[in-house]
Protein backbone atom coordinates (compact mmCIF):
# COMPACT_ATOMS: atom_id res chain seq x y z
CA UNK A 1 0.00 0.00 0.00
CA UNK A 2 2.89 2.39 0.46
CA UNK A 3 5.25 1.82 -1.51
CA UNK A 4 6.95 5.23 -2.53
CA UNK A 5 5.69 6.85 -5.88
CA UNK A 6 7.74 9.31 -7.50
CA UNK A 7 7.12 12.90 -6.90
CA UNK A 8 6.86 13.29 -10.49
CA UNK A 9 3.55 13.80 -9.35
CA UNK A 10 4.65 16.72 -7.59
CA UNK A 11 1.11 16.52 -5.45
CA UNK A 12 0.77 16.14 -1.85
CA UNK A 13 -1.60 16.50 0.85
CA UNK A 14 -0.56 18.46 3.82
CA UNK A 15 -2.69 17.67 6.66
CA UNK A 16 -2.15 19.55 9.91
CA UNK A 17 -2.97 19.07 13.15
CA UNK A 18 -3.41 21.32 16.32
CA UNK A 19 -0.03 22.82 17.87
CA UNK A 20 1.53 25.73 17.59
CA UNK A 21 3.90 24.42 14.91
CA UNK A 22 1.07 24.75 12.48
CA UNK A 23 2.43 28.37 11.99
CA UNK A 24 5.68 26.98 10.74
CA UNK A 25 3.13 25.13 8.03
CA UNK A 26 2.75 28.07 6.42
CA UNK A 27 5.90 28.33 5.48
CA UNK A 28 6.33 24.93 4.72
CA UNK A 29 3.59 25.41 1.85
CA UNK A 30 5.57 28.34 0.69
CA UNK A 31 8.50 26.38 -0.17
CA UNK A 32 7.07 23.31 -1.16
CA UNK A 33 4.72 25.41 -3.70
CA UNK A 34 8.01 27.52 -4.69
CA UNK A 35 9.99 23.77 -5.44
CA UNK A 36 6.88 23.35 -7.93
CA UNK A 37 4.73 20.98 -5.98
CA UNK A 38 1.10 21.39 -5.67
CA UNK A 39 -0.02 21.06 -1.90
CA UNK A 40 -3.42 20.16 -0.99
CA UNK A 41 -4.40 21.41 2.42
CA UNK A 42 -6.12 19.29 4.91
CA UNK A 43 -6.64 20.52 8.57
CA UNK A 44 -8.24 19.14 11.95
CA UNK A 45 -11.06 21.68 13.53
CA UNK A 46 -8.44 21.91 16.46
CA UNK A 47 -5.61 23.36 14.17
CA UNK A 48 -7.88 26.31 12.30
CA UNK A 49 -7.66 27.16 16.58
CA UNK A 50 -3.92 27.72 15.75
CA UNK A 51 -4.08 29.87 12.21
CA UNK A 52 -7.31 29.75 9.94
CA UNK A 53 -7.54 28.06 6.88
CA UNK A 54 -7.37 31.21 4.44
CA UNK A 55 -3.81 31.79 5.39
CA UNK A 56 -3.15 27.84 4.10
CA UNK A 57 -5.69 28.72 0.98
CA UNK A 58 -3.55 31.72 -0.16
CA UNK A 59 -0.32 29.89 -0.04
CA UNK A 60 -1.66 26.69 -1.84
CA UNK A 61 -3.64 28.29 -4.21
CA UNK A 62 -6.46 25.60 -3.31
CA UNK A 63 -9.49 25.32 -0.94
CA UNK A 64 -8.63 24.22 2.31
CA UNK A 65 -10.99 21.43 3.74
CA UNK A 66 -11.65 20.56 7.60
CA UNK A 67 -14.86 18.98 7.17
CA UNK A 68 -15.54 15.54 6.69
CA UNK A 69 -19.20 16.23 4.89
CA UNK A 70 -17.75 18.65 2.91
CA UNK A 71 -19.25 18.47 -0.61
CA UNK A 72 -17.05 20.70 -3.01
CA UNK A 73 -15.53 17.77 -4.28
CA UNK A 74 -17.14 16.02 -7.06
CA UNK A 75 -18.47 13.19 -5.90
CA UNK A 76 -18.53 14.38 -2.18
CA UNK A 77 -16.02 11.66 -0.98
CA UNK A 78 -13.69 14.08 0.14
CA UNK A 79 -12.36 11.04 2.44
CA UNK A 80 -11.36 9.63 -0.83
CA UNK A 81 -10.45 11.88 -3.37
CA UNK A 82 -8.05 14.19 -2.14
CA UNK A 83 -5.39 11.58 -1.37
CA UNK A 84 -5.97 10.01 -4.89
CA UNK A 85 -4.08 12.30 -7.41
CA UNK A 86 -1.36 12.60 -4.55
CA UNK A 87 1.87 11.09 -4.39
CA UNK A 88 1.80 11.25 -0.21
CA UNK A 89 0.14 12.66 2.76
CA UNK A 90 2.80 14.56 5.09
CA UNK A 91 0.98 15.15 8.60
CA UNK A 92 2.87 17.99 9.55
CA UNK A 93 2.54 19.04 13.14
CA UNK A 94 1.54 15.81 13.60
CA UNK A 95 -0.23 16.01 17.34
CA UNK A 96 0.60 13.46 20.28
CA UNK A 97 -3.45 12.70 19.66
CA UNK A 98 -3.42 12.44 16.15
CA UNK A 99 -0.82 9.69 16.20
CA UNK A 100 -2.56 7.76 18.63
CA UNK A 101 -5.27 8.07 16.25
CA UNK A 102 -2.92 7.22 12.97
CA UNK A 103 -1.74 3.80 15.47
CA UNK A 104 -4.86 2.66 16.18
CA UNK A 105 -6.82 3.23 12.74
CA UNK A 106 -9.44 5.61 14.44
CA UNK A 107 -10.94 7.94 11.90
CA UNK A 108 -13.68 10.42 13.19
CA UNK A 109 -12.47 13.82 11.12
CA UNK A 110 -11.32 13.94 7.68
CA UNK A 111 -7.42 14.11 7.88
CA UNK A 112 -7.52 10.61 9.80
CA UNK A 113 -10.08 9.60 7.40
CA UNK A 114 -8.05 10.21 4.49
CA UNK A 115 -4.69 8.68 6.15
CA UNK A 116 -7.23 5.53 6.67
CA UNK A 117 -8.26 5.47 2.99
CA UNK A 118 -4.81 6.36 1.59
CA UNK A 119 -3.09 4.59 -1.51
CA UNK A 120 -0.12 6.41 -0.98
CA UNK A 121 2.82 6.98 1.52
CA UNK A 122 2.08 8.57 4.68
CA UNK A 123 4.63 11.08 6.23
CA UNK A 124 4.40 12.88 9.54
CA UNK A 125 6.23 15.24 11.73
CA UNK A 126 5.53 14.98 15.15
CA UNK A 127 5.27 18.01 17.45
CA UNK A 128 4.30 18.34 21.12
CA UNK A 129 5.53 18.73 24.46
CA UNK A 130 8.48 16.87 25.54
CA UNK A 131 6.71 14.68 28.26
CA UNK A 132 3.80 13.96 25.65
CA UNK A 133 6.61 13.20 23.26
CA UNK A 134 8.59 10.53 25.67
CA UNK A 135 5.19 9.13 27.51
CA UNK A 136 5.31 5.55 26.84
CA UNK A 137 1.99 5.73 25.08
CA UNK A 138 3.18 8.28 22.81
CA UNK A 139 6.34 5.97 22.26
CA UNK A 140 4.35 3.21 21.96
CA UNK A 141 2.13 4.96 19.04
CA UNK A 142 5.44 6.39 17.48
CA UNK A 143 6.90 2.65 17.01
CA UNK A 144 3.86 1.37 16.02
CA UNK A 145 3.40 3.46 13.03
CA UNK A 146 6.73 2.99 12.17
CA UNK A 147 6.19 -0.62 12.46
CA UNK A 148 3.05 0.36 10.22
CA UNK A 149 5.45 1.80 7.30
CA UNK A 150 5.03 5.41 8.33
CA UNK A 151 7.92 7.52 8.04
CA UNK A 152 8.33 9.60 10.93
CA UNK A 153 10.42 13.12 10.19
CA UNK A 154 11.66 13.72 13.38
CA UNK A 155 10.85 15.60 16.32
CA UNK A 156 13.95 17.75 16.82
CA UNK A 157 15.18 18.64 20.57
CA UNK A 158 15.41 22.29 21.49
CA UNK A 159 13.28 25.10 22.77
CA UNK A 160 9.61 24.87 23.00
CA UNK A 161 6.28 27.12 22.73
CA UNK A 162 5.56 25.81 26.37
CA UNK A 163 8.97 27.10 27.53
CA UNK A 164 10.49 23.34 28.49
CA UNK A 165 13.42 22.62 26.26
CA UNK A 166 13.76 18.58 24.94
CA UNK A 167 12.92 16.03 22.39
CA UNK A 168 9.27 17.02 20.40
CA UNK A 169 9.73 20.20 18.48
CA UNK A 170 8.76 19.77 14.99
CA UNK A 171 11.80 20.28 12.24
CA UNK A 172 11.58 23.33 10.41
CA UNK A 173 9.84 23.99 7.33
CA UNK A 174 13.08 23.65 5.12
CA UNK A 175 14.32 20.04 6.67
CA UNK A 176 10.67 18.91 5.93
CA UNK A 177 10.57 20.09 2.74
CA UNK A 178 14.13 18.69 2.17
CA UNK A 179 12.93 15.04 3.84
CA UNK A 180 9.83 14.69 1.69
CA UNK A 181 12.19 15.56 -1.72
CA UNK A 182 14.66 13.17 -0.60
CA UNK A 183 11.91 10.54 0.68
CA UNK A 184 11.21 10.10 -3.17
CA UNK A 185 14.48 11.08 -4.78
CA UNK A 186 15.92 7.84 -6.79
CA UNK A 187 18.90 7.16 -4.93
CA UNK A 188 20.94 7.54 -7.28
CA UNK A 189 24.02 7.81 -5.47
CA UNK A 190 23.22 5.78 -2.31
CA UNK A 191 26.38 4.14 -1.13
CA UNK A 192 28.86 7.13 -2.35
CA UNK A 193 30.72 9.46 -0.81
CA UNK A 194 30.58 12.99 -2.79
CA UNK A 195 33.38 15.84 -1.93
CA UNK A 196 32.52 19.55 -2.98
CA UNK A 197 33.71 22.78 -3.06
CA UNK A 198 31.79 25.75 -3.04
CA UNK A 199 31.11 29.80 -2.61
CA UNK A 200 33.91 32.72 -3.34
CA UNK A 201 37.72 32.46 -1.66
CA UNK A 202 39.03 35.58 0.45
CA UNK A 203 42.51 36.45 0.06
CA UNK A 204 43.89 38.64 2.14
CA UNK A 205 45.80 41.81 1.97
CA UNK A 206 46.01 42.97 5.13
CA UNK A 207 44.12 42.17 8.28
CA UNK A 208 40.48 44.02 7.20
CA UNK A 209 40.72 43.87 2.95
CA UNK A 210 40.55 40.33 0.88
CA UNK A 211 40.72 40.01 -2.36
CA UNK A 212 37.41 37.92 -3.75
CA UNK A 213 34.77 37.49 -5.95
CA UNK A 214 30.93 37.49 -6.82
CA UNK A 215 30.10 34.08 -5.71
CA UNK A 216 27.34 33.57 -3.84
CA UNK A 217 27.90 29.17 -3.47
CA UNK A 218 24.09 28.85 -4.46
CA UNK A 219 24.66 26.68 -7.26
CA UNK A 220 27.73 24.35 -5.23
CA UNK A 221 25.42 24.20 -1.98
CA UNK A 222 22.52 23.36 -4.40
CA UNK A 223 24.52 20.84 -5.49
CA UNK A 224 25.44 19.67 -2.16
CA UNK A 225 21.82 19.29 -1.03
CA UNK A 226 21.09 17.49 -4.65
CA UNK A 227 23.89 14.81 -3.71
CA UNK A 228 22.71 13.79 -0.25
CA UNK A 229 19.06 13.81 -1.76
CA UNK A 230 20.30 11.30 -4.11
CA UNK A 231 21.24 9.20 -0.72
CA UNK A 232 25.35 10.46 -1.04
CA UNK A 233 27.36 10.96 1.76
CA UNK A 234 28.38 14.67 1.53
CA UNK A 235 31.43 16.64 2.42
CA UNK A 236 31.08 20.49 1.63
CA UNK A 237 33.73 22.57 1.84
CA UNK A 238 33.11 26.18 1.70
CA UNK A 239 34.27 30.02 1.44
CA UNK A 240 32.78 33.11 3.29
CA UNK A 241 28.84 32.40 2.27
CA UNK A 242 25.51 33.91 3.98
CA UNK A 243 23.96 30.10 2.99
CA UNK A 244 22.61 27.77 5.12
CA UNK A 245 24.17 24.22 5.20
CA UNK A 246 21.67 21.94 3.59
CA UNK A 247 20.48 19.08 6.04
CA UNK A 248 22.80 15.98 6.08
CA UNK A 249 26.13 17.46 4.40
CA UNK A 250 28.86 17.72 6.51
CA UNK A 251 30.18 21.59 6.08
CA UNK A 252 33.74 22.72 6.61
CA UNK A 253 34.37 26.33 6.09
CA UNK A 254 37.48 28.30 4.60
CA UNK A 255 38.81 31.61 3.65
CA UNK A 256 41.16 31.35 1.00
CA UNK A 257 42.29 29.14 -1.91
CA UNK A 258 45.55 27.80 0.21
CA UNK A 259 42.73 26.51 3.30
CA UNK A 260 40.26 24.96 0.81
CA UNK A 261 43.20 22.76 -0.86
CA UNK A 262 44.60 21.60 2.80
CA UNK A 263 40.26 20.85 3.46
CA UNK A 264 40.24 19.38 0.56
CA UNK A 265 43.42 17.19 0.74
CA UNK A 266 42.32 15.85 4.35
CA UNK A 267 38.89 14.68 3.21
CA UNK A 268 39.99 13.43 -0.17
CA UNK A 269 40.49 9.78 0.68
CA UNK A 270 37.85 7.24 0.12
CA UNK A 271 35.73 9.73 -1.72
CA UNK A 272 34.16 8.61 -4.95
CA UNK A 273 33.16 11.76 -6.72
CA UNK A 274 35.05 15.48 -5.91
CA UNK A 275 32.71 18.30 -7.10
CA UNK A 276 34.41 21.81 -7.95
CA UNK A 277 31.84 24.18 -7.69
CA UNK A 278 33.69 26.83 -5.43
CA UNK A 279 35.08 30.24 -7.70
CA UNK A 280 38.32 29.68 -6.25
CA UNK A 281 41.00 32.55 -6.40
CA UNK A 282 43.65 32.30 -9.35
CA UNK A 283 45.93 34.30 -7.69
CA UNK A 284 46.60 35.25 -4.03
CA UNK A 285 48.39 38.16 -2.41
CA UNK A 286 52.09 37.42 -2.34
CA UNK A 287 52.82 39.76 0.36
CA UNK A 288 49.91 40.14 2.72
CA UNK A 289 50.43 42.92 5.38
CA UNK A 290 50.29 41.46 8.87
CA UNK A 291 49.11 45.22 9.88
CA UNK A 292 46.52 47.17 8.16
CA UNK A 293 47.90 49.22 5.23
CA UNK A 294 47.84 53.24 5.97
CA UNK A 295 45.88 55.59 3.31
CA UNK A 296 48.92 57.52 1.22
CA UNK A 297 49.42 59.20 -1.72
CA UNK A 298 51.89 56.75 -3.51
CA UNK A 299 50.33 53.72 -5.24
CA UNK A 300 50.02 50.81 -3.52
CA UNK A 301 51.70 47.46 -5.52
CA UNK A 302 49.77 44.42 -4.33
CA UNK A 303 52.01 41.25 -5.74
CA UNK A 304 49.89 38.43 -6.74
CA UNK A 305 50.77 34.96 -6.61
CA UNK A 306 49.48 31.89 -8.87
CA UNK A 307 47.24 29.42 -6.71
CA UNK A 308 47.36 25.47 -6.98
CA UNK A 309 44.54 24.21 -9.26
CA UNK A 310 42.18 22.54 -6.54
CA UNK A 311 40.19 20.44 -9.56
CA UNK A 312 42.99 19.69 -11.54
CA UNK A 313 45.59 18.61 -8.61
CA UNK A 314 42.63 16.29 -7.00
CA UNK A 315 42.15 15.19 -11.06
CA UNK A 316 45.33 14.22 -11.79
CA UNK A 317 45.56 12.11 -8.30
CA UNK A 318 46.25 8.25 -8.03
CA UNK A 319 43.15 7.51 -7.04
CA UNK A 320 41.82 10.03 -8.04
CA UNK A 321 37.82 9.94 -7.45
CA UNK A 322 35.14 10.88 -10.58
CA UNK A 323 36.23 14.67 -10.74
CA UNK A 324 33.56 17.36 -11.82
CA UNK A 325 34.60 21.07 -12.77
CA UNK A 326 32.67 24.09 -13.22
CA UNK A 327 33.53 26.62 -15.53
CA UNK A 328 31.85 30.34 -15.50
CA UNK A 329 33.15 31.89 -19.04
CA UNK A 330 32.21 35.30 -20.39
CA UNK A 331 32.02 34.56 -23.92
CA UNK A 332 32.25 31.64 -26.27
CA UNK A 333 31.56 29.85 -23.29
CA UNK A 334 31.52 26.35 -24.82
CA UNK A 335 34.51 25.83 -26.88
CA UNK A 336 36.30 27.84 -23.45
CA UNK A 337 35.04 25.39 -21.62
CA UNK A 338 35.86 22.11 -23.38
CA UNK A 339 39.36 23.26 -23.59
CA UNK A 340 39.18 23.53 -20.16
CA UNK A 341 38.05 20.36 -19.25
CA UNK A 342 41.12 18.75 -21.44
CA UNK A 343 43.35 20.77 -19.82
CA UNK A 344 42.01 19.73 -16.08
CA UNK A 345 41.85 16.35 -17.03
CA UNK A 346 38.09 15.80 -15.91
CA UNK A 347 35.35 13.64 -17.32
CA UNK A 348 32.51 16.11 -16.56
CA UNK A 349 32.46 19.54 -16.73
CA UNK A 350 29.46 22.12 -16.10
CA UNK A 351 29.98 25.23 -18.60
CA UNK A 352 27.79 28.54 -17.83
CA UNK A 353 27.84 32.21 -18.44
CA UNK A 354 29.29 34.12 -15.65
CA UNK A 355 27.09 36.94 -16.25
CA UNK A 356 23.79 34.62 -15.82
CA UNK A 357 25.37 32.26 -12.92
CA UNK A 358 26.82 34.57 -10.23
CA UNK A 359 24.45 35.44 -7.32
CA UNK A 360 21.37 34.49 -9.31
CA UNK A 361 18.80 32.03 -8.35
CA UNK A 362 18.46 30.16 -11.87
CA UNK A 363 20.96 29.23 -14.11
CA UNK A 364 21.16 27.42 -17.58
CA UNK A 365 23.89 24.95 -17.93
CA UNK A 366 25.71 22.83 -20.43
CA UNK A 367 27.07 19.56 -19.45
CA UNK A 368 30.35 18.84 -21.07
CA UNK A 369 32.15 15.15 -21.57
CA UNK A 370 33.51 12.48 -24.03
CA UNK A 371 30.43 12.32 -25.50
CA UNK A 372 29.74 16.18 -26.67
CA UNK A 373 27.31 18.54 -25.03
CA UNK A 374 23.97 18.17 -23.13
CA UNK A 375 22.41 21.78 -22.44
CA UNK A 376 20.15 21.90 -19.60
CA UNK A 377 17.62 24.47 -19.63
CA UNK A 378 17.35 27.68 -17.48
CA UNK A 379 15.96 26.23 -14.22
CA UNK A 380 16.25 27.34 -10.21
CA UNK A 381 19.87 25.91 -9.18
CA UNK A 382 18.18 23.22 -7.22
CA UNK A 383 16.49 21.45 -10.07
CA UNK A 384 19.65 22.37 -12.45
CA UNK A 385 21.80 20.44 -9.66
CA UNK A 386 19.49 17.47 -9.44
CA UNK A 387 19.65 16.97 -13.37
CA UNK A 388 23.49 16.95 -12.77
CA UNK A 389 23.13 14.44 -10.13
CA UNK A 390 21.46 12.24 -12.64
CA UNK A 391 24.16 12.83 -15.19
CA UNK A 392 26.93 11.72 -12.79
CA UNK A 393 24.83 8.87 -11.99
CA UNK A 394 24.25 7.73 -15.44
CA UNK A 395 28.31 8.46 -16.54
CA UNK A 396 29.50 6.28 -13.61
CA UNK A 397 27.10 3.25 -13.88
CA UNK A 398 28.22 3.70 -17.95
CA UNK A 399 31.80 3.31 -16.95
CA UNK A 400 30.73 0.05 -14.94
CA UNK A 401 31.46 2.14 -11.19
O1 LIG B 1 40.12 27.73 -14.52
P1 LIG B 1 38.84 28.08 -13.85
O2 LIG B 1 39.03 28.81 -12.55
O3 LIG B 1 37.84 28.77 -14.73
O4 LIG B 1 38.19 26.66 -13.53
C1 LIG B 1 37.02 26.53 -12.83
C2 LIG B 1 36.96 25.16 -12.20
O5 LIG B 1 38.20 24.85 -11.58
C3 LIG B 1 35.93 25.10 -11.13
O6 LIG B 1 35.45 23.77 -11.06
C4 LIG B 1 36.74 25.48 -9.89
O7 LIG B 1 36.15 25.01 -8.70
C5 LIG B 1 38.07 24.82 -10.17
N1 LIG B 1 39.23 25.51 -9.60
C6 LIG B 1 39.91 24.95 -8.56
N2 LIG B 1 41.02 25.57 -8.04
C7 LIG B 1 41.45 26.74 -8.53
C8 LIG B 1 40.77 27.33 -9.61
C9 LIG B 1 39.66 26.70 -10.12
O8 LIG B 1 39.52 23.88 -8.07
N3 LIG B 1 42.52 27.32 -8.00
Known sequence: MTSP?????????????GGVAAYKSAELVRLLVQDNIGVQVVMTAA?????????????????????????????GMAHIDLSREAAAILVAPASADFLAKLAHGNADDLLSTLCLARDCPLLVAPAMNRQM???????R???????????????????QACGEVGMGRMLEPGELHQALVAYFAPRLLAGRRVLLTAGPTQEAIDPVRVITNL?????????????????????LVSGPTALATPPGVARIDVMNAAGMLAAVESQLPGQDIFIGVAA??????????????????????????PTVDILARVAAGARAPFCVGFAAESEN????????????????LVANRAQDALGSDTN???????????????APKLEVARQIVTHIAGMLAAAGK
Open 333 to 348: VEANAEAKRRKKGVPL
Open 364 to 378: AVTLLDDNGRHPLPA
Open 47 to 75: ATRFVAPATFQALSGRNVFVDLWDDRVEN
Open 280 to 305: VADYTVANPSAVKHKKGDAPLKIELA
Open 133 to 139: WEHPATQ
Open 5 to 17: APLRARHIVLGIT
Open 215 to 235: SSGKMGYALARACAEAGAAVT
Open 141 to 159: NAAQLAADGVALLGPAAGD
